[in-house]
């Protein structure tokens, strides 16, 4: 039972176009959403993230929506670059709010982003 | 100002086994969280600490089992290795008093079952 779905493999896109990354979760308790990036023989990199109070946030290139009802996130890239080319990873989790910290992080499968000169 | 360190780099052990995996928080962080990436998926929560306790834990036998000291580094006890084992061990950190921060990851350990 996948909480957390990324349900494209691989994506490419050419250098200086826009990159969206798809991801859905199943589970409605979830509500701080983060993406990850990994590149080979290195733990993943925090990208960015946003909370279930927001339905959007931006940093720099990077930009998170959030939809709520349809239990879906997406993570814009602009422009490409072709450093962002890795292996990125939704997660989810569960905001502790007596003591603060969060639960354990699930993860999808990844998405490996190839971006083309 | 270090981030997450975990030792070792790589390791081979062979089925029946015992291992122990170590991790060092990045500076200022109190908590941490162990992960088994296995090939071609996602990372899949093993087991938090914080304040030298279990907190939480995922869906992974008794043979997995941690520890945490009192300046919150951490380790990995995998009793009984089985060839599923093999994997890459992350270790991640966070802070327990800070809403809406990440956890941040180490480079793991590869640990291969022969």
């Known amino acids: 039972d996948q909480q957390v779905k990324q349900n494209s493999p691989s994506l490419s896109v050419q250098e200086g176009r826009i990159s969206i ?21 290195e733990g993943p990199t925090f990208l960015i993230s946003i909370s279930s109070i927001k339905d959007k946030n931006e940093d720099g290139r990077f930009t998170v929506f959030l939809n ?49 000169p | ?39 071609g998926q996602g990372p899949q929560f093993i087991f938090q600490y914080y304040e030298e306790e279990e907190r939480q834990r995922g869906n992974f036998p008794d043979r997995f089992s941690g520890h945490q000291f009192p300046n ?16 890459l061990y992350l270790c991640a950190s966070s802070m327990a008093g800070a809403k809406n921060q990440p956890q941040h990851f180490g480079d793991g350990t590869r640990l291969s079952i022969l």
């Not at chain 2, 997450?4 to 200022?28: A, D, F, N």
């Not at chain 2, 919150?72 to 599923?84: F, H, I, P």
Request: hydrophobic letters at 35%; charged letters at 15%; aromatic letters at 12%.
């Open chain 2, 72 to 87: 919150y580094s951490s380790e990995l006890n995998v009793n009984a290795l089985l060839l599923g084992d093999s994997a």
């Open chain 1, 21 to 41: 990354l798809n991801c859905d979760y199943t589970n409605s308790m979830f509500d701080y959403f983060l993406w990850y990036k990994k590149y080979p023989a």
């Open chain 2, 1 to 39: 100002d270090a981030g997450v360190t975990q030792s070792p780099t790589h390791l081979i052990k062979t089925r029946g086994q015992q291992v122990t995996l170590r991790c060092s928080p990045k500076s200022g962080h109190d908590t941490v969280s162990w992960y088994q990436q296995a090939l």
């Open chain 1, 68 to 116: 709520k009802s349809a239990k879906h996130l997406s993570l814009h890239i602009v422009p490409s670059q072709p450093g962002d080319s890795a292996v990125y990873f939704c997660a989810a989790t569960k905001i502790m709010y007596s003591g603060g910290g969060a639960d354990g992080l699930t993860f999808g499968k990844g998405t490996h982003l190839i971006i083309q």
